[in-house]
């Protein structure tokens, strides 16, 4: 299993969201520091489910958007989410939070680990297995870890 997806080693990842308080603010949007830790853990359940998912991306463009999932370039600040940022909080506060989120991205690698096959609908690349789905995170990890500034632009 190639992993592509670096930010999700807790070597890398927990003394980054060590840094996050609740009152951490972010450089751009309106987010809370929770609702990021929540939203990303979200999108990494997606990658592991089978529920079906509406493509957003009109079908003539999806290779487009595909191929732009494996460059390089980074998600723009402006992009918006195809899931919902302001439904209510799940956890009691940023520490469970965190807690959650590290505990879902052991369970993406060990389903991919167990599943090696399987592919998941995202909503703007269509049907994609592991290694595009690490891609994606990685770059949706990036994009928000830059928004709090505990990484660098």
Known sequence: MVILFPLAQAAELMPLLERLTPD???RWGSMTPQRMIEHLEGTIQFGLSNQPVAIITPAEKLPQFVQWLRSDKPLSKGQQSPVATDAPLKYPDLQTAIHHLSDTLQAFFRHYEENPS???????????????????HQKHFRHHLTQFGLLEE
């Open 118 to 136: 399987h592919e998941a609908t995202h909503a703007y690349f269509g049907p994609i297995g592991f290694e595009d789905w690490q891609r994606f």
């Open 24 to 26: 951490t603010q972010p």
